[in-house]
């Protein structure tokens, strides 16, 4: 599965350990970046539009953290289960059987 297949294919949620540590990061990366925009404690100057900065500051740091944790359920095929069956190997071939 490539990366864009699984960005966009694969189900949102399973069972496995993996997807619930997933889960919970998005939901603790969320709750963590609006709650800093809002409370602000660097003492920003956000200026006139003060609404409006601190909404695209949400939806920025959001997105951020939906990428990360949509990352945290990627896993790679691990190779080794192909080096048996011959399949992507160009090193052997089907017509070569020992």
Same mark, same amino acid.
């Given at each position: 599965?490539?990366?864009?297949?699984?960005?966009?294919? $694969?189900?949102?949620?399973?069972?496995?350990? @993996? %997807?619930? /540590? $997933?889960?919970? =990061?998005? /939901?603790?990366? !969320?709750? =963590?970046?609006?709650?800093?925009?809002?409370?602000?404690? /660097?003492?920003?100057? %956000?200026?006139?539009? &003060?609404?409006?900065?601190?909404?695209?500051?949400?939806? $920025?740091?959001?997105? /951020?953290?939906?990428?990360?944790?949509?990352?945290?359920?990627? &896993?790679?095929?691990?190779?080794?289960? !192909?080096?048996?069956?011959?399949? @992507?190997?160009?090193? %052997?071939? $089907?017509?070569?059987?020992?």
């Amino acid at each position: 599965m490539s990366l864009s297949d699984h960005f966009f294919g $694969a189900p949102i949620c399973k069972c496995t350990v @993996n %997807y619930s /540590l $997933a889960w919970f =990061f998005l /939901l603790l990366g !969320y709750s =963590f970046v609006i709650s800093i925009i809002l409370v602000n404690p /660097l003492e920003l100057k %956000y200026g006139e539009n &003060k609404n409006v900065i601190q909404f695209i500051l949400c939806i $920025a740091g959001c997105f /951020l953290v939906t990428i990360f944790s949509r990352c945290m359920c990627y &896993k790679k095929r691990d190779p080794e289960e !192909y080096i048996l069956t011959g399949d @992507n190997n160009p090193y %052997y071939s $089907a017509t070569e059987r020992v």
